[in-house]
């Protein structure tokens, strides 16, 4: 079965949803401790959310994250689907 044929049907986006919403959550996650950890550490929201989320940069770190959790998610089911 071709990627495109794949793709058509409502299981391989089942599937792929499995994939794409842990992972995404995850990245997230990850991402938060990897830029905010002292910020978060110390229960500091207000830092938490300036350095991330303030003035548009919501935007950027969701985007990111969820661009790369559906190319994973979309690579991995289409992989593990035959």
Same mark, same amino acid.
């Given at each position: 079965?071709?990627? $495109? /044929?794949? !793709?058509?049907?409502?299981?391989?986006?089942?599937r792929?949803?499995? !994939?794409? !919403?842990?992972?995404?959550?995850?990245?997230?996650?990850?991402?938060? $401790?990897?830029?905010?950890?002292?910020?978060?550490?110390?229960?500091? !929201?207000?830092?938490?959310? /300036?350095?991330?989320?303030?003035?548009?940069?919501?935007?950027?770190?969701?985007?990111?994250?969820?661009?790369?959790?559906i $190319?994973?998610?979309?690579?991995?089911?289409?992989?593990?689907?035959?």
């Open positions: 079965m071709t990627f $495109l /044929e794949k !793709i058509k049907t409502a299981f391989f986006w089942k792929a949803l499995m !994939i794409i !919403i842990p992972f995404f959550i995850v990245l997230v996650i990850i991402s938060l $401790l990897f830029n905010s950890f002292s910020a978060i550490i110390n229960a500091d !929201i207000a830092t938490v959310m /300036e350095q991330n989320f303030n003035q548009g940069k919501w935007k950027d770190f969701f985007l990111t994250k969820s661009f790369v959790s $190319l994973y998610g979309v690579w991995i089911t289409s992989r593990n689907i035959k």
